[in-house]
Nanobody
Framework: QVQLKESGGGLVQAGGSLRLSCAASGSTYTIVASAWYRQAPGKERELVASISNGGDTNYVDSVKGRFTISRDNAKNTVYLQMNSLKPEDTAVYYC?????????????WGQGTRVTVSS
């Protein structure tokens, strides 16, 4: 089992920056990929950024050049650095991890952290 806890959300003005953190605990050795999702009121949950254990990263077009996903294996933590924030980035951000153990796939979600970007 894996537990995920996000932190780092808050209120920031347009053009500002925030860094979100996702700390994993439990059977972290089973994780094969991690990601950040977000969900704004009245909208579908959206994949924002992902990173494989090999280090490959992907981003949704709307955040390319502004957001960076990274990890610190020693701390079992994944980060999302968000720069040049826009009001449309306002959402609850969720950490996600995919695990694989004994030929079975598992999915884990954090509780979410709220990001509000003011005009």
């Amino acid at each position: 089992q894996v537990q995920l806890k996000e932190s780092g959300g808050g209120l920031v003005q347009a053009g500002g920056s925030l860094r979100l953190s996702c700390a994993a605990s439990g059977s972290t050795y089973t994780i094969v990929a991690s990601a950040w999702y977000r969900q704004a009121p009245g909208k579908e949950r959206e994949l924002v950024a992902s990173i494989s254990n090999g280090g490959d990263t992907n981003y949704v077009d709307s955040v390319k050049g502004r957001f960076t996903i990274s990890r610190d294996n020693a701390k079992n933590t994944v980060y999302l650095q968000m720069n040049s924030l826009k009001p449309e980035d306002t959402a609850v951000y969720y950490c996600y991890a995919r695990g694989y153990e004994h030929y079975k796939e598992y999915e884990y979600w954090g509780q979410g952290t709220r990001v509000t970007v003011s005009s």
